[in-house]
Structure formats: C-alpha cells, structure tokens
C-alpha cells in the first residue's frame, strides 16, 4: 500500500499557540481527506482536498493540498483543550474507494 | 439514525478462540469497511465491501473472514485468535467521499 508519512508524531501546545501536521508522500495523491479521533473515539471526517495547491478553511482550521499532490498539512490556529487528539490523514485511493491512513499526529493542548 | 453500531464493545479471548465483530449501518450505504488501529498507529484496511455479496481484501485481511449478506450488516470473523490480532476494530461505511466511523471494538488476545 501507499507509504503516507505524518509528522511530528506527538505535539504538546500551550492553549492559545498554533499547530501544524505535515502529511508527506513519495508518490503523487490522488486526494487527501483528514480525520481528527479523540482520545477513546474513532475518526471523524474533518475534510477532503483534490486539487494542486487547494487551501480549505474551518473556522480556526486551515487545510492545504500540495502544488505537486505529494504533500498536505493542517494548521490550527489558538489551540484550544477541545482541539486535543490525534489527526490523520489518509489518501482515498481511486478505483477501489480505499484509504490508506497515515501515521497520525497525537496533539495535547496544555491550558 | 443511530448510524455505524459495533457490537461488542469490549472483547477478551484466548489464544486459538474464534468470534464475530458485528457491525451494522442505518444509512443504506453500499461501502462498508473493516480496520484495525494498533496502539499508537493509524487504521490498517482489512477487508471492505462494494455492497451486498461483494467483499474484497484490504491490505491485512490474513486470519480474518468477512460476510456482506445485507446492505446492512458487515460482520467481521476472527478463526483462530493470535496475540497479534490484539487491537481496536472499527467499522466504517461510506457516503460520497465520507466514512463514518462506528465506536470501535476493543480486542484482546491472551
């Protein structure tokens, strides 16, 4: 399957800084979808990006695809403890309708 | 709709035991999918379905069964339980480009 690397692996931030994950990948994305799972929980779909360099916005959240396709990242602006869990993200491969996870990034917000 | 269900929620087996995670969706979705999330990592794709009587393999389907009878239910079976088979199952069906994830069911292999 496809190698989806995610960093860093953990991060801990005071309450009120930033956060940023990168997903990284050695072959073009098809697209790009995140999921956020709280502690004890499962994913939750947060978004989906497709094209070269798209750039999506959620409130405090920031999501951008890559101009080549081979890289994304999420940034979380003022941090709050609601905001604490670990965020994926997964390629959605075509054909199959398959996701392929990457290795996630665990964020502790410290109020 | 109560959504992706997953039963059990907890299970604890011995080597060599056999079970069936359940997992049914409300949503009429034709995907459905299985994975497991090992402590610390991300969800590893078991099986998954295309809609009823059509499954097909993920990328670690070895030691595990699937059935897709109604478009409702996507059992998973485990024959056989391994220790390394200890993980957290979650169920997902999907709509559009969307999965929804069900609760998960946490699995110990002693």
């Known amino acids: 399957g496809q190698q989806v690397m995610q960093i860093p692996q953990y991060q801990h931030v005071q309450e009120g800084e930033d956060f940023t994950t990168y997903c990284n990948s050695s072959?073009?994305?098809?697209?790009i979808q995140w999921y956020k799972q709280r502690p004890g929980g499962h994913p939750v779909f947060l978004i989906q990006?497709?094209?070269?360099?798209e750039v999506k916005k959620q409130k405090r959240l920031t999501f951008q695809f890559g101009e080549a396709k081979k890289n994304s990242s999420l940034h979380i602006t003022a941090t709050q403890t609601t905001d604490v869990g670990t965020y994926f993200c997964?390629?959605?491969?075509?054909?199959?309708?398959?996701?392929?996870f990457g290795t996630g990034t665990r964020l502790t917000v410290i109020p | 709709n109560a959504g992706v269900t997953q039963t059990p929620k907890f299970r604890i087996l011995k080597i060599g035991q056999s079970m069936t995670l359940q997992c049914t969706q409300d949503?009429?979705?034709?995907?459905m999918y299985w994975y497991r999330q090992d402590p610390g990592m991300g969800l590893k794709l078991i099986y998954y379905?295309?809609?009823?009587?059509?499954?097909d393999k993920g990328e670690v389907p070895n030691g595990y069964n699937v059935s897709r009878s109604t478009t409702e239910d996507f059992p998973l079976r485990l024959e056989l339980a391994a220790p390394s088979q200890t993980s957290v199952y979650f169920c997902?069906?999907?709509?559009?480009?969307?999965?929804?994830f069900g609760p998960g069911t946490r699995l110990t292999v002693l």
């Open positions: 949503m009429n979705h034709n995907y």
């Open positions: 072959t073009t994305l098809s697209n």
């Open positions: 997902a069906s999907k709509y559009g480009n969307e999965q929804f």
């Open positions: 379905s295309v809609g009823a009587g059509i499954t």
């Open positions: 990006l497709v094209k070269s360099g």
């Open positions: 997964a390629e959605l491969q075509t054909g199959a309708n398959n996701l392929f």
